[in-house]
């Protein structure tokens, strides 16, 4: 099978559209980016002229994608990769006026707060938002009633230690990824989102062997870790909701404003 069969899919219709050879050049993980924002946008109402946060974005491909299938504008923002050359990438695409790269952390973010009406994070919410107080950082950046959405990969029961059969795989790090039930119920219990999607992808363990099979084949320990399990413990999750304007965001303390006066350091002495 050439490579470009490869990334056809009839589950993914719009991500089909574009050529491989693209979708290649912009790889940045371990999901296709285009099959999972496709994935979670079934979920999100997404209409025209929206200002849209891609948080996470990698090498812009999802933030294009949004841009060019949904007209919403972009604000592809990445810590790990060059907004310079997500810029060139941008403007290839003929997506400049609508697609626009920030260079970023995740947890430092330069926007105003209620800016945008939708945030979305493709594979790589994990890494940075599992945070209990996070949810409540970032929801201060969408308006009241604003989308907030994830997807990538994830587990799909939690598991207290690494099954037999992934321990050649699974790092530490591993442990960033959770699943569907977890992420609705670590967002839902904060009462700032009205969880409306909390689910797994059917077959998605394909989809992310299929994926390395292309974008890195040399990555034995992956694929027989993907292929030995089969979809019992990894796969992908999307999870989405709208922020609830009744709720009030606590302002992130960034500082304590204190006085210094100096006291004796110890009893009966100066």
């Known amino acids: 099978m050439s490579i470009d069969s490869r990334l056809l899919s009839d589950r993914f219709p719009r991500a089909s559209a574009y050529h491989a050879e693209w979708v290649l050049a912009g790889a940045g993980g371990a999901a296709n980016p285009l099959w999972i924002a496709e994935w979670l946008t079934e979920a999100l109402d997404l209409r025209p002229g929206m200002r849209v946060l891609d948080l996470g974005c990698g090498r812009a491909l999802s933030s294009i994608f949004l841009h060019r ?46 800016f945008f009406d939708a945030i979305v994070s493709i594979d790589s919410f994990f890494y940075y938002g599992t945070d209990d107080l996070y949810l409540n950082y970032i929801a201060r950046f969408v308006n009241a009633g604003g989308l907030i959405g994830i997807a990538g990969a994830g587990l799909m029961a939690e598991v207290d230690a690494p099954p037999e059969h992934l321990r050649e795989w699974w790092s530490p790090d591993v442990s960033c990824l959770h699943s569907a039930r977890w992420w609705k119920r670590h967002w839902g219990r904060t009462g700032i989102l009205d969880v409306e999607v909390a689910d797994t992808l059917q077959d998605g363990w394909r989809y992310w062997r299929d994926w390395v099979r292309t974008v890195a084949p040399e990555n034995t320990t992956e694929l027989r870790a993907l292929e030995a399990d089969a979809g019992r413990v990894l796969g992908y999750v999307r999870a989405a909701g709208r922020r609830n304007g009744n709720v009030e965001l606590q302002e992130p303390v960034v500082t304590v404003p204190t006085e210094y006066a100096r006291k004796p350091l110890l009893r009966g002495g100066p």
């Open 69 to 114: 299938e949904f007209g919403v504008q972009v604000w592809a923002t990445d810590l790990w990769f060059s907004a310079s050359e997500n810029l060139q990438r941008v403007r290839d695409a003929g997506a400049g006026d609508g697609v626009f790269p920030v260079h970023a952390d995740a947890r430092a973010l330069p926007f105003a707060a209620g």
